[in-house]
């Protein structure tokens, strides 16, 4: 016996001796009990290093036991069993040490960490198991390992936790022991093979075969809570946490989906299971489960159980990504195994920390929680993030690998499922993280402990920090080597005989700079998230933005390739993002020395520029990055953070602002990334020059238009941006509405301005955003109008502006060959409409100084900005119109509403001015504002005037700039507005200003109504509550026996109620539809 | 009809009413006698077993019959000690067992 | 097989134990004497691992006989040994070499020693007899003085449950000692010879033959306790002293199925029919489910696992249906016997720790009701551990000897196309799973609503909770070394008869 034929079964043992010793322990023995603890967690990952250094070397690392004739036991190290060996190994480690942590003080230890140790070593062994009897055998080793944790408690409620677990595993033991020893009988030794063994075993049954998959998968299933075999695992949540994120995140549920990964693989093999027609049946089951586990997940009150409803959901992405079949999408299922792992432990982890620290076990005493224990919710909210399928967690990697193999599957409905299971995941999600960090605290903590410096015992804080940050490793640095992606992706070659995968390409960072300018932000928020340096830091914000600004105006050409960093990175300044990151570089800096000035007496200031800092970080990344990842990566971030903004002063109005803002930012996400997945399958690659050449069929075009639509504020998709820019601070509200929206119209160019991409669609696009953009430039003017509030003015204005951005966008969907002179123009129009619309806003800020006397002067300059807008002569907002009516110069619908347009920015706009001067004039006693913030609005009109002109995209347009017939064309509609707004004063001071959101408010009062009516007390059980009823009952019926040990014991029919009936009855007609 | 063959109906006629004794009555001394008459059915069938195996008498059965008392006496003896205890530790003979 | 002849080593396995009774009984007063029992255990263990290793080591493939005072078959009492036989003496030799031991830390009281060691003594004599005859008529004489030494040995206790336990058990012995020997008198009086080989090439279907055969039957299931004939077994087993019951369990009533197996499949299968296995099949699948359910509503500790006894000997009657008929070449082989075999193993060793972790409950608590024993765990953890390996492997999970013969179990009865006996041994095991769960959750209830025990807790010696322990270490054991048993197995077993088997399956 070698070495190599030793060491499988040693990281077996490793685990399994520490335990047998721990047992013997007396319970008082702590530091032995520890030290043995941590050795052999340790033990166990060097044995694990070693074997994959082995394994590497190509050497073969198997254990073989000879238990039976023709029947070994094997383990057996290969790629699949490597991945979740480490995933194991590692995730013990952490767990031990929080466990310790946990558990100090309370009785029985010995048992627990005995047991505890039993379990991974029988994870490990089904890790490593080489064919499917060893498997067998460490499954049903693992349920009776993993009992005594369940029950550790010895409460009633974890006896019965402890009962149904029983109850349902022992099943699924059964039904998955049948299925092995039939197919033993069928087809010898059942050893795993990379391509399945069975495709290769003449003369089997396919309906035999067919049949012992189901048995297997039931069996199997049960662990990995497959619905309807789910009931379990939220049951289970009554143990201690550390076992919650161990049965959770590796060993029990992973257990389970292990299994059916190694069953459709290695035992039938993909192709063989297709061609039995078994696969779809299982991913319409794990569908199924995904959308159900999450919708119960949104009705939990109960932390845990909460988490364990996503469980129940995410591990079934698992067995999907498996069954669509397909290289693409078994990466995705394989990933997600590891994936989920460190998500979900982390999420345990922060429950448990809540639970032990504070006393919280439940989502509604969550409120302000954030603030008492920073780290711990920071590594919860990353990890939950995550879970929702924000890039750059990890769980978004497998989630886009999913969908791309979903569509090479032609399984589109997959795509349906994933939309629906992110949306339902940030439903669920999304506000337990609002109650951690924007609401106060409610009261005093149910029962709060203190340890010392920490937030919480170290041993409790560290475990989840640590797979926070290894889950945002994997998704960050998932092309890099040794990542699970890059090992999952070798999986999958193998499975389908892919041979050799293309070489790594090497790095290359010809432009440092740009780098620079997204991570100078991004630092600098990172600083701020630690107190001693919060209060020094904040005050730096505006000069990271300063890379940026140097990059942009500068020469940067040359690529930055990092293959190793997300699916291999791409940041490169081309010439459309040049213009972009121009504007945002100086918007975002002059915002940040605004916002210096206007919060310089806000407590919250250094959480404001938290925020502000990641947006800016994430504006600068989405312009830069070139490949897909990146780009969706830096754009959730951008989106996400701004919602920090826009909640910031936590008005009643600004938490529902942000609501909104929250709901359509899902939504667009999930749109997007519907089409990107659809677009990098069709182009098959995630570079987005590729990506913008692939061709593009409808649905593409009707994702990407909705969800970057959303951003840019697109008629009918517009609804958050005037609730939502308004209510931020206002340099905030500048940057929301000056560059951020602009994120809407640069994916549009980036994606969707290549001609030959849009051949193939049925429906014209362009005429769609065509009128949806002049729509939205029309009825918002209608709508701004009427404000009362000068920053819901500039934001219905935006909506306009962007309106007639899309309008031109659509023209060049419309005409192709109009592409040279309307990407130019449109970039013209927003760099002007960003600069502009940012002055304006911070003009709003200016109202005291502009009551007080001496600063007459200040008004013109505030006119300025509202001029260009408006297109007056020699303004670049006359450049920007000049721009645009030269490049649609054919499209006779655009030249005819364009001057419509223009006399409603100019209505706007002197609507704008004279609200402005209303507050002014109420304005009693001028502040004492200090006069920085003079500086950045002043800063802001300088470029506005120059570098509009100085643009090289300008150089076309200059001399059509000159001509009389433009400037009586400029002229004539800004009058026109002007004595339209004379004659209707009078009226619009007393017309009610249109709320807000305009049509989004009736749609929200009826669902108000219907959510009332739903919950009127008359109905007593609303249909998924029933259901919940239902199963209690059926719980209780399950095991009502054995909760009265002491009265007299029950009749039969009490113990065989429903799971073990429906169990026999449904093998039994298995059984007799073979053999019939 | 031979001798032996109505010996031998006669042992399990025997055996048959015994059997009843054995499941029927209640009380445990007729139990007891029942399992005995039984045994004597039983070696009446051997006993008339050996005669049928003409012309010599075959010793073998005879053999077994002997060795049946020996287990028959030892089986009462041990019972009718179990029931004296049973019946020193309380008064109440009447047993169901053997049902 | 030079120095050592194999043969001449079977009389000493019943001889060996005989003469330990003698000597028990007569050195009963000596107290430091009962260690010499472990002594004599070990030796009978010794000796029971050298059969079994010249047995396997011969090569003649077939089983050994010896004829006794050299006096063949037909009138000579042979003794013959093949590999069914060899492992059942063999795990007769090792449980009671751990019975042994327990046994001398269990009975203490020099009263109660005195009385138990030549009555267990005997036993192992009958157990060893019964395993080696190859003569009908011996073999009544080894089933009397099992009954008889079982039946004195459950009176042990001396309580009047224990008593009564003794007289129903005794009873239904002699019941069913006198049916089988009915049975055997008609098979003489047919085919003249008590030998079972001869029989065995004589018996052919007719009338007497059946009678025969069912009286056999009868006799044998009411002393085995099958289905409808198992009232006794549960007061008889929940009664006796510990050990008792562990080896009652564990290895009396298998030599009556060991018989019935004998008799069946290799001596008068030629008077059985199909419908007949069927029927025994079908009668084991019921004593599963019953025996099961009745476990799971006992509220005694011990009741439970008799029950569970019941319930475990139903999975072996499944032998009888997937065996099927062999045709007329005598002989017990093939992977269904294995499985069964492996059973008889398994739940020998399991049953035993069991029992053996029950009582050692029962002595420290004072009583063995369920609902009274929270927090036994505290006072008895290597017992309640050892009972729930000996429970796991009912329920036949792995790693242990359970798991093993179930998987060999369900194998043959795929093999067999038998498919239906799939689920009594699937459903068998989650009723197990739930009668011994229920048990096991004692482990994490704490005894709150128990009082502070004032008096004395009788502490137990440590050889006590071990004893169970080290069974429960075989049991698992059991499932890692499963090649090497069946290998055994199969010694005795003409080639011919595994050919016969595949046809008749």
Known sequence: MNWNSLLPLLIVLSALVPGLIIFCL?????????????????TTLVLIGIMVSGVYQGDLVETRLPLLPDMDIVLHADALSLLFVSLSGLLWLVTTVYAIGYLEDSPNRSRFFGFFSFCVSATLGIALAGNLITFLIFYELLTLTTYPLVVHRGTAKSLRAGRIYLLYTMIGGALLLGGVVWLKSLAGALDFTANGMLADLPHLERGQLQIIFALLIAGLGVKAALVPLHGWLPVAMAAPAPVSALLHAVAVVKAGAFGIVRVVYDVYGIDFARELNVTPVLAAIAAVTIVYGSLRALFQDDLKKRLAYSTVSQVSYIALGTAIAGPVATIGGIVHLVHQGLMKITLFFGAGNLAETLGIHKVSEMDGVGRRMPWTMVAFTLAALGMIGMPPVAGFVSKWYLGVGAMEADAFWVILVLAASSLLNAAYFLPLLFRAWFKPQRGTWPAERRFGAWETHWMLLLPPLITMLVALGVGVFAGGFASPLTWTTLIAAREYGLGALPAVTPGLLQVPLLWAAILAPLLLAAALAFPRLRRRCWYWAPWTALPALAAAVWSSEGQNLLPWLFFGSIVELDSVGRVFLLLAAVLWLTAALYAREYLRDDPQKERFFLFFLLAMGGNFGLILSLDAFGFITFFTLMSLAAYGLVVHTGTREALRAGKTYMQWVIIGEVLLFAGFTWLAYSAGSSEIRALAAAPHNDWIFGLLIAGFGIKAGLLSMHVWLPRAHPVAPIPASAVLSGVMVKAGLLGWLRFMSDGDAAAATAIDWGTVLLWLGLGGAVLAVLAGVVQRNPKTLLAYSTISQMGIIAAGFGAGLLRPELWPLLVPALLVYALHHGL????????VGLTAQLAAPQRRWLWVAVALPALALAGLPFTSGALAKVALKTAVADLAVLTAVLPVTAIGTALLMIRFMDLLRQGVAEQKAPGAVGGFLLLPFMMLLLPLAGAAFLLPEAQVFLPALTVPSTLWTAVWPAAVGVAV???????????????????????????LYWRRWWRRPARPAPALGGYRQLQQQFARLATAGA???????LPLQVYWSNPGLVFIVVLFALLAVTFS | MTQDLFYSICGIALFGIGLYGLLIPPHILQKILAVNVMGTGVFMVLIATAQSRAPAIDPVPHAMVLTGIVVAVAGTALALSLVCRIYALSDDTEQDAGR | MSGL???????????????????????QRWVAGRWLNAVGAAAQLALAVLVLWLLAAGDSGLGQRYTLGGWGAPLGIDLYIDGFAGLMIAITAALGFVLSLYSCSYFTEPDQAARFWPLWWL?????????LAADAFNIYVTLEILGLAAVALVALQGGRPALQAALRYLLVGLLGSLCYLLGVALLYRAYGTLDLAQLGQLVHAAPLSWAALGLITVGLLLKTALLPLHFWLPPAHANAPAPVSAALSALVVKASFYLLARFWLETLSAATTAQGLQVLGVLGAAAVLVGSIQAIRAQR???????????????????????????DTAGLGGAVVDAVAYFIIAHACAKAAMFLAAGNIQRAAGHDDISRLHGIARRQPLSLFAFAIAGASLIGLPPSGGFVAKWLLLNAAIDAG??????????????AAVYVFRVLNLAFTDSAEQPPAAEAQPVLPRLLPLGAFALAIITVLLGFNALWVLEVLDIGVPPLQLAADGEAL
């Open chain 1, 1043 to 1049: 909760d009265r040990s002491d009265g007299p014991s």
């Open chain 1, 26 to 42: 007396d319970e008082s023995r702590r530091t032995l009990r520890t030290t043995l603890n941590i050795c052999g967690a340790l």
């Open chain 3, 5 to 27: 002849s194999l043969p001449a080593l079977l009389p000493w396995l019943v001889g060996l134990p005989l003469l330990a009774a003698a000597a028990s009984f007569a050195g």
């Open chain 3, 418 to 431: 038998q498919w239906w006996w799939l689920i009594t041994v699937i459903a068998g095991g989650l009723l």
């Open chain 3, 123 to 131: 036993l192992m004599v009958a157990l060893n007899a019964v395993f």
């Open chain 3, 301 to 327: 500790l011990k009741l439970i696992v008799a029950y569970s006894t019941v319930a475990q000997l139903g999975y072996l009657f499944l032998l009888f249906p997937l065996f099927g008929r062999p045709s």
């Open chain 1, 836 to 843: 502009a619309k940012g002055a304006l806003f911070f003009s």
């Open chain 1, 981 to 1007: 707004y004379l004659v209707c004063r009078a009226l619009l001071q007393k017309t009610a200003p249109l709320p807000a959101g305009d049509i989004i408010v009736p749609v929200e009062a009826a669902l």
